[in-house]
């Protein structure tokens, strides 16, 4: 079990910026594994620092189906950075667990390639598109204090953000 518990809106350490991190120690990878945890047991297919509370560019991601008995396939980031991003556009329906049970497409560059830092402190590079892509990008975005409902019309985000509300109000969150 993690320690973690996954942040909501509209706390306002989601909209700040993470820090980067010096290396990737024993220490980070004891978070990176916490939030893998905490991610799996939400259940979710991405999640940044900020969302438990923790301002260091750090992500995890496991896109495996686990209810198709997949093996588990967990990326772990420490300071993520796109250095390609198509011009070409993908819009998918997008969620979060800092915004639970909303969703709304995004628009984002369909294919990326991303630089970061892996488990083992190794540079490595990814490139996503489809799925994998929209998660690393929203995922990149939380680290830079933005979150999907950003990206929409205030009118949308402002709905989404009562819903959010009134589902804490009854206690159903
Ligand atoms: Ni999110």
Same mark, same amino acid.
């Given at each position: 079990?993690?320690?973690?518990?996954?942040?909501?809106?509209?706390?306002?350490?989601?909209?700040?910026?993470?820090?980067?991190?010096?290396?990737?120690?024993?220490?980070?990878?004891?978070?990176?594994?916490?939030?893998?945890?905490?991610?799996?047991?939400?259940?979710?297919?991405?999640?940044?620092?900020?969302?438990?509370?923790?301002?260091?560019?750090?992500?995890?991601?496991?896109?495996?189906?686990?209810?198709?008995?997949?093996?588990?396939?967990?990326?772990?980031?420490?300071?993520?950075?796109?250095?390609?991003?198509?011009?070409?556009?993908?819009?998918?329906? $997008? =969620?979060? *667990? %800092?915004?639970?049970? /909303?969703?709304?497409?995004?628009?984002?560059?369909?294919?990326?390639?991303?630089? !970061? #830092?892996?488990?083992?402190?190794?540079?490595?590079?990814?490139?996503? $598109? =489809?799925? *994998? %892509?929209?998660?690393? /990008?929203?995922?990149?975005?939380?680290?830079?204090?933005?979150?999907?409902?950003? !990206? #929409?019309?205030?009118?949308?985000?402002?709905?989404?953000?009562?819903?959010?509300?009134? *589902?804490?109000?009854?206690?159903?969150?």
């Amino acid at each position: 079990m993690s320690d973690y518990k996954i942040i909501t809106v509209p706390d306002p350490v989601l909209k700040q910026t993470a820090h980067a991190v010096s290396g990737v120690d024993d220490s980070l990878r004891k978070q990176m594994d916490a939030m893998l945890q905490t991610m799996y047991d939400a259940p979710g297919i991405g999640l940044a620092a900020n969302q438990v509370g923790l301002l260091n560019r750090v992500l995890v991601m496991d896109l495996s189906r686990r209810d198709d008995d997949e093996e588990p396939n967990p990326i772990c980031m420490a300071n993520p950075e796109i250095i390609y991003e198509s011009e070409q556009m993908s819009v998918m329906e $997008e =969620g979060c *667990l %800092s915004i639970p049970r /909303q969703a709304a497409d995004v628009e984002r560059p369909a294919i990326v390639r991303v630089k !970061y #830092l892996d488990y083992n402190g190794k540079e490595a590079e990814l490139e996503a $598109e =489809g799925l *994998l %892509s929209h998660c690393v /990008q929203h995922e990149i975005d939380h680290l830079n204090g933005v979150l999907f409902i950003d !990206y #929409l019309s205030s009118l949308k985000r402002n709905m989404i953000l009562k819903r959010v509300q009134k *589902l804490k109000k009854q206690s159903l969150l």
